[in-house]
């Protein structure tokens, strides 16, 4: 599944420090920050880096099929692999700023 492809309109020099697997995931995150589905994305993603984030995988049910694969990638990347200490620093160094400014914006529907 963790197939190496481009990922088109991304921050490849940010996103080229994280694992492949995450990568579609962090993108989307990115691009889209105050989305629904975007910020389903980010508590995900911020439950694969640490404990005290919870996600409930139902929530991904309503996602775009795009948005689907790459929260599998990266849950599958989890369960896996796994994110050494490093990473899971260097995952939610990323993230952070993104969830400050989610819970300051207005949500788009």
């Keep these: 599944m963790s197939e ?14 994280f694992p492949e ?21 980010l508590q995900c993603a911020a439950s694969a880096a640490h404990p005290d984030y ?5 929530m991904l049910s309503a996602l775009p099929i795009e948005y689907k694969e790459a929260a599998l990638e990266l ?10 200490a490093d990473e899971q620093g260097a995952l939610l160094r ?4 993104i969830m400050a400014s989610a819970l300051r914006a207005p949500r788009a529907r």
């Design 4 to 17: 190496h492809r481009p990922i088109y309109g991304a921050n490849t020099a940010v996103l080229s420090d």
């Design 21 to 41: 697997p995450v990568r579609a995931t962090l993108h989307l995150i990115q691009k889209n920050p105050s989305d629904e589905a975007a910020l389903t994305l």
């Design 54 to 58: 919870h996600f409930n995988l139902a």
């Design 75 to 84: 849950i599958e990347h989890s369960l896996t692999s796994g994110f050494t």
């Design 94 to 97: 990323f993230l952070e700023p």
